[in-house]
């Protein structure tokens, strides 16, 4: 089994930014992905971003592109989401995932395989 761990949540007021930290137990796949994904409150979860295991692919939903980066450090098996230019509709807990491969699913819950437990993110108005 591989445990991931999310960090870097927190309160913020609108136009701030978090940067948030998935830390993997162990790679968990040979090639992967990794994904961040968020819910709010009554709503469904919602892809973010995704970045391939090596750093040269990324994705991102449409609502966060220009304002949001996720990178990563392989050497950690740790992967990072940078969030600027916050919105109160940024709200949710923040989910990373893993799915093995790159695939035309990423963008998708279901696919991956290992999730976090979630980080809290508030923006306020």
């Known amino acids: 089994q591989v445990q991931l761990v999310e960090s870097g949540g927190g309160l913020v007021q609108a136009g701030g930014s978090l940067r948030l930290s998935c830390a993997a137990s162990?790679?968990?796949?040979?090639?992967?992905?990794m994904g961040w994904f968020r819910q709010a409150p009554g709503k469904e979860r919602e892809f973010v971003a995704a970045?391939?295991?090596?750093?040269?692919?990324?994705d991102y939903a449409d609502s966060v592109k220009g304002r949001f980066t996720i990178s990563s450090d392989n050497a950690k098996n740790t992967g990072f989401l940078q969030m600027t230019s916050l919105k109160p509709e940024d709200t949710a807990v923040y989910y990373c995932?893993?799915?093995?491969?790159?695939?035309?699913?990423?963008?998708?819950?279901?696919?991956?395989?290992?999730w976090g437990q979630g980080t809290q993110v508030t923006v306020s108005s």
């Open positions: 995932a893993a799915e093995r491969g790159w695939t035309t699913r990423r963008t998708v819950a279901p696919a991956y395989d290992y």
């Open positions: 162990r790679r968990p796949f040979s090639s992967y992905t």
């Open positions: 970045i391939s295991w090596n750093g040269g692919s990324t």
